[in-house]
């Protein structure tokens, strides 16, 4: 019986083609060493430790920050939104709220799904908790979902060693951490957008007929992002697109497409239909500008059509805003000052490279170089070329960036089939680069540092995960197994270090290949967000008893009064511009450095005289709490502007006899001077101003004119 069942081989499939041996070459990198069925359930519970361990810590930090920029009219917003769903759309005050903040349009923060918002002001509205620690707490929780789902990805493609590396490099990341406390919108966002990448990773791994908790997992990641930013819209077309070339790939699919068979497809197109829905309501289920007149009522026609519907129209008209964003603002970029619509095209590869942990950027790089030696190595000198060539050119002149896009990430979806999903790669980097690639193209206006962007940076990690992860398979003795382990280790060890010693300020970091916070202090745009001063609140409220005749300014007092009532403190503050801070009365005074002149930053004359508490990220000083010394130079400016010159001249003198560095001072001293005809005298104090501070305009102008006296 036995000999019955013996299967017969025919001898040309028992025995090796020796031709064919001689012929085949060994491939250059062999991606064997993969990790045994125990090791890969070890890095498993590591990956569910750390997750759980993200999920439950995070949130316990969350009441150290304060308000961002941004935070107080989206909380403005959120309550107002949450006021027109709970009456039913009686209370419409919402679309007569103008947030005076100087934007062009006071209508632009409609054009944001409030969901986080929404949610947010139920429990604070209706528990009595604080909002800001509410809202911080909920994002927290929320943004959970960014590092498990960039993590998932990894796995997906590599592993779950790459998936606890990929959530790891997300962890250590510290602008993306440090804002997914306090940044309503873009972390979110992030979240999101990477959830429904992971769902549509699962979804054409199921393919061509996905299950339904997968098309469910896609359906609410893709919703979520919307609920956040209208640039969720993205998602629609990727999942079209991805699922399309995907059914192409193989040829059964890709007969049964052509050929139009409904019926093959049936349950699949049913799917995608009810993803689309279902994000669409998700996304603008807590969104009063597109729930307004959601039955689409025509006052004109008096007919009713959903073509008419603002839950139609209201997210393309904000997809339309939000691509062509109103708000322009002075930024500063490499040591200038520009507009936001003004910026460089190397904007944001620059600050990607430059505030991302040096890991992550180095796993990238070395990934893209990896791919194109395999594309030499395996395809000849003619693809790679094509490659290589357009590269270069793109690195030139800036153009033809969608082709090279294309291109590269089509190279890599053909080279990398063997040890990876090629396709999964494709999809995870085309998400990442395509928008960044965009941006570059329009030319689009960008605010200050990268948040904007922050969804782009998930795949860029996920492929430098994957890339290690690449890099590990091929190295063969344990010893290089070892030091690479080493790498890693080391790479997230010096951001997580920077993290915990300047918690909760870490989002202002550079990393170490751009010279940290410190060799970049006073070229680039550091708080931008005002999160230092929930720090300068903490050391007020502990360290200032409440005096009521005591006159406190900031020049950011909105993020600073609420933070100071997160500390259950009395003292309150009013604005102030940092230029005109020696011009009114105060006593204490909290400076952030924004608006700031750079030159004086890289010099050390940012922190006045009087100085009694600085906040510090490394050496840098990011915010401090200051002790007016005396009064002697509002006194005597009071005295300039009413041309009291025998007072105004004796308290200039005074102040800059304090201060050595009182920029003010000294340039309204000049201008003493000269309306006495002291000309050597004025030049003499303009010019200390000026060498304060070179952008000091009224010093500038000040010197021009006295120049010119004889």
């Not at 959830?195 to 549509?200: C, E, S």
């Not at 967000?529 to 929930?534: F, L």
Request: aromatic letters at 14%.
């Amino acid at each position: 019986m036995a000999q019955e069942r013996k299967k017969v081989v025919p001898q040309s499939q028992s025995r090796p083609d020796p031709r064919k041996q001689q012929t085949e070459s060994k491939p250059f990198f062999d991606f064997s060493n993969v990790l045994s069925e125990q090791q890969d359930k070890l890095f498993k519970y590591a990956f569910i430790i750390v997750a759980v361990l993200i999920f439950v810590v995070r949130p316990l930090f969350s009441s150290h920050f304060g308000p961002s920029g941004d935070e107080l009219t989206h909380k403005a917003l959120g309550d107002l939104s949450y006021d027109y769903i709970t009456s039913m759309g009686k209370n419409d005050s919402l679309f007569r709220f103008d947030p005076t903040s100087g934007r062009e349009d006071p209508a632009l923060l409609q054009n944001y799904g409030p969901l986080l918002e929404v949610v947010s002001a139920a429990v604070y509205k209706n528990v009595g908790t604080n909002p800001y620690q509410t809202r911080h707490f909920i994002l927290t929780l929320f943004t959970f979902l960014l590092f498990y789902y960039c993590g998932m990805a990894a796995y997906k493609i590599g592993g779950w060693r790459a998936g606890l590396i990929a959530m790891l490099f997300m962890l250590v990341s510290p602008r993306i951490l440090g804002e997914s406390f306090n940044n309503p919108k873009d972390p979110p966002f992030a979240a999101g957008y990477m959830m429904a990448v992971y769902g549509l990773l699962c979804l054409v791994s199921e393919l061509p007929r996905p299950t339904w908790r997968t098309a469910i997992l896609a359906m609410v990641g893709i919703g979520l992002a919307f609920s956040v930013r209208v640039g969720g819209l993205l998602l629609f077309p990727y999942t079209i697109m991805f699922v399309g070339l995907a059914l192409l790939m193989k040829d059964e699919w890709r007969e049964k497409l052509l050929s139009f068979d409904f019926a093959y497809y049936s349950k699949l197109i049913l799917q995608i239909a009810v993803i689309f829905a279902g994000a669409w309501i998700i996304g603008i289920m807590a969104w009063p500008a597109a729930l307004n007149n959601a039955m689409g009522y025509d006052s004109l026609t008096h007919t009713h059509s959903i073509f008419n519907s603002s839950i139609i129209n209201q997210p393309l008209h904000a997809l339309k805003v939000q691509s062509q964003y109103p708000t322009m603002i002075s930024i500063l970029f490499d040591g200038k000052l520009i507009g936001s619509n003004e910026v460089p095209w190397n904007y944001n590869p620059f600050y990607i490279a430059a505030t991302s942990p040096a890991i992550v950027v180095l796993g990238f790089f070395i990934g893209l170089l990896l791919f194109i030696i395999v594309g030499c190595l395996e395809f000849g000198r003619v693809i790679s070329g094509i490659f290589i060539a357009l590269l270069l050119i793109w690195i030139i002149t800036g153009g033809i960036l969608i082709s090279v896009l294309f291109i590269g990430l089509l190279l890599l979806l053909i080279l990398m089939k063997k040890p990876f999903n090629g396709y999964f790669l494709f999809m995870v980097l085309f998400v990442s680069l395509f928008p960044i690639f965009y941006i570059i193209y329009k030319k689009s206006a960008l605010l200050n540092g990268w948040r904007h962007s922050y969804f782009t940076y998930t795949g860029i990690a996920v492929f430098a995960a994957v890339t290690f992860e690449a890099l590990f398979r091929i190295v063969k003795p344990k010893v290089v197994d070892y030091i690479l382990y080493g790498v890693v280790a080391l790479g997230i060890l010096l951001p997580a270090v920077f993290i915990v010693q300047n918690f909760p300020v870490v989002y202002v970091y550079f990393n170490e290949m751009a010279g940290g916070v410190d060799g970049t202090y006073g070229d680039y745009n550091l708080d931008y967000y005002a999160c230092s001063a929930k720090p300068a609140a903490d050391w007020i409220a502990k360290n200032l008893p409440y005096d009521s005749t005591m006159k406190v300014v900031s020049n950011n007092p909105g993020e600073l009064n609420e933070s100071l009532k997160m500390d259950n403190s009395a003292w309150k503050s009013t604005y102030i511009r940092y230029r005109e801070r020696n011009e009114k009365d105060w006593d204490y005074a909290v400076f952030l450095p924004q608006f700031i002149d750079p030159a004086m930053m890289k010099h050390g004359k940012f922190a006045p005289k009087g100085t009694v508490h600085k906040i510090m990220v490394d050496n840098s000083v990011v915010a401090m709490v200051v002790k007016r010394p005396s009064k002697d130079d509002q006194i005597g400016i009071d005295a300039l502007k009413k041309n009291n010159l025998e007072t105004a001249i004796p308290h200039l003198i005074a102040a800059v006899k304090a201060d050595d560095d009182n920029e003010i001072a000294w340039a309204y001293l000049g201008v003493a001077y000269a309306s006495i005809g002291k000309r050597d005298e004025a030049l003499q104090a303009l010019g200390k101003s000026l060498s304060i501070s070179p952008n000091y305009q009224l010093a500038q102008s000040y010197y021009s004119q006295v120049s010119q006296m004889r």
